[in-house]
């Protein structure tokens, strides 16, 4: 083969080099490229409603809807506003009474109050003015949640519960992880499966406390 024309060896090394440079190009601009979330195109509204551009609670994806403010929720009297949520995503108003049993103001059952958080604040029908708070409760490092379903009742209480060393009248119950249960090996790793708590030995008795905060049971009554 004779040797190559000088033209035809700029060709071969013109092409070649159009080939790899865009390649290495698209490589480190992939590589670079901030990760982006484009919006978008803008809603129009009806008249009176408002444009909300958000993310999904649970997926975190964008979302943009029409928003219109609803009309203040009107109780009647021994009522109040509030709003609750009839799936992990919703948020909706109602009315509650004033003496709602999980409005907690104190704690009892052993438990230790860490957080107050304000229900309601403004005013009532007749124009009373009212403040609703409500207090978190919390067991102590010592002791454990024991949910007891009371006789003759349709809701749980909460009793914090010894680990160990329990009383007479009581019995020591085990209390499995149901989380951990159903998770990988690895996942739990340094939560035990299974905790052991006393508990009163008559389904029927409730536990007796000392009358402050994060105090042991001395004991069982009905």
């Not at 440079?21 to 590589?31: C, E, K, L």
């Not at 999980?102 to 009532?124: D, H």
């Not at 090996?185 to 009358?211: N, R």
Request: charged letters at 10%; hydrophobic letters at 35%.
């Amino acid at each position: 083969m004779g040797p190559l024309h000088p033209v035809y060896l700029f060709l071969v090394f013109f092409l070649s080099a159009t080939i790899a440079i865009p390649q290495q190009t698209t490589s480190i601009t992939m590589a670079a490229a901030p990760a982006v979330i484009t919006q978008g195109p803008e809603l129009r509204c009806a008249q009176g409603q408002i444009a909300v551009y958000t993310t999904d609670c649970t997926l975190g994806i964008p979302v943009s809807y029409c928003f219109s403010q609803e009309p203040p929720i009107e109780c009647a009297q021994g009522f109040f506003p509030s709003v609750w949520h009839p799936d992990h995503c919703m948020e909706q108003s109602s009315c509650f009474p004033l003496n709602e049993p999980w409005i907690t103001t104190e704690c009892s059952n052993g438990a230790i109050p860490y957080s107050t958080s304000t229900i309601y604040q403004g005013t009532l029908v007749g124009g009373e003015s009212t403040v609703i708070r409500a207090v978190s409760c919390s067991c102590a490092a010592y002791q454990w949640y024991s949910m007891t379903l009371l006789p003759g009742l349709s809701n749980y209480d909460t009793f914090c519960m010894p680990y160990s060393s329990c009383l007479r009248g009581m019995t020591t119950s085990v209390s499995i992880n149901e989380y951990c249960a159903t998770q990988p090996a690895g996942v739990c790793s340094d939560i035990p499966l299974e905790t052991e708590f006393c508990k009163c030995a008559d389904a029927a008795q409730t536990p007796v406390y000392p009358d402050w905060p994060g105090a042991n049971p001395t004991g069982c009554e009905f």
